[in-house]
Nanobody, 124 residues
């Protein structure tokens, strides 16, 4: 079992930055791929970014490439999402997730554990 707790969300002006954190507890964090997803009101949950265990292979949604960076610190059992040049379209609840595989890292169904989410609101 893995418990995930996100933090770092908030209200920011367009063009601003935020860093989200997700702290994991439970079974070995370093053996899980970690992902960030988001869900805006009235929309489906969508993939944002993911990072594998080991060498830390990363994938990003096209909508966030060049603006968001995912990273992990295994010593702190934490995964981060650094977000810059934020846009109003980035407004959503952001969720951290853990997966025991890396076979379909952009699919929410591949993730076994989820956090409760942290709200990001970008004002225009």
């Amino acid at each position: 079992q893995v418990q995930l707790v996100e933090s770092g969300g908030g209200l920011v002006q367009a063009g601003g930055s935020l860093r989200l954190s997700c702290v994991a507890s439970g079974r070995s964090f370093s053996s899980y791929a970690m992902g960030w997803f988001r869900q805006a009101p009235g929309k489906e949950r969508e993939f944002v970014a993911t990072i594998s265990w080991g060498v830390g292979i990363t994938y990003y949604a096209d909508s966030v490439k060049g603006r968001f960076t995912i990273s992990r610190d295994n010593a702190k059992n934490t995964v981060y999402l650094q977000m810059i040049s934020l846009k109003p379209d980035d407004t959503a609840e952001y969720y951290c997730a853990a997966s025991g595989t890396f076979s379909s890292p952009t699919e929410s169904s591949a993730y076994d554990y989820w956090g409760q989410g942290t709200q990001v609101t970008v004002a225009s």
